[in-house]
């Protein structure tokens, strides 16, 4: 699953294969009280606190609030538009932008923004479909 959405934003062969390679053939130990367990083969996830871990984190989530967003099931602010060109003669004081949010999203954090219940539900079920989707690709080696 990692290489198919590092391949979907066109990064370097070079760079997904080295990116997969720190995920590949990874064992673990806890520390208790004790001492160290036996170490344990790491089948699926990453290791919390891993550096890389807020790329893969735009990785992963990507195409997920990229489809809810493109869908414009949020709340859409209107307002009026910045005139950055108003020293060129350029006049914008009667124009407006529009700008649609649907999400708020930081690592394990994901708040979904909409103006109705319908919306939300739309939005749960894309999220839900895109989770089954990535689910679906992952392999786990048993």
């Known amino acids: 699953m990692l290489k ?43 290791d919390q606190g891993e550096v890389i871990l807020p790329l893969l984190w735009c990785i992963y989530y990507d195409p997920l609030l990229c489809e809810i967003e493109q869908r414009k099931l949020g709340y859409t602010l209107k307002a009026s538009k910045i005139a950055l060109n108003k020293f060129y003669g350029e006049d914008t004081s009667e124009e407006t932008e529009k700008l649609t949010i649907s999400s708020s999203a930081y690592m394990d954090d ?33």
């Open 4 to 46: 198919k959405a590092i391949e979907r934003i066109k990064i370097l062969p070079n760079f997904i294969k080295t990116i997969s390679n720190l995920f590949k053939n990874r064992q673990n130990q806890v520390i208790t009280t004790y001492g160290l367990t036996d170490p344990y083969d790491v089948l699926i996830g990453i």
């Open 110 to 142: 994901t708040q979904w923004l909409a103006p109705s219940q319908n919306n939300l539900e739309k939005i749960l079920e894309i999220a839900d479909q895109c989770v089954k989707s990535m689910c679906t690709m992952c392999t786990y080696a048993h």
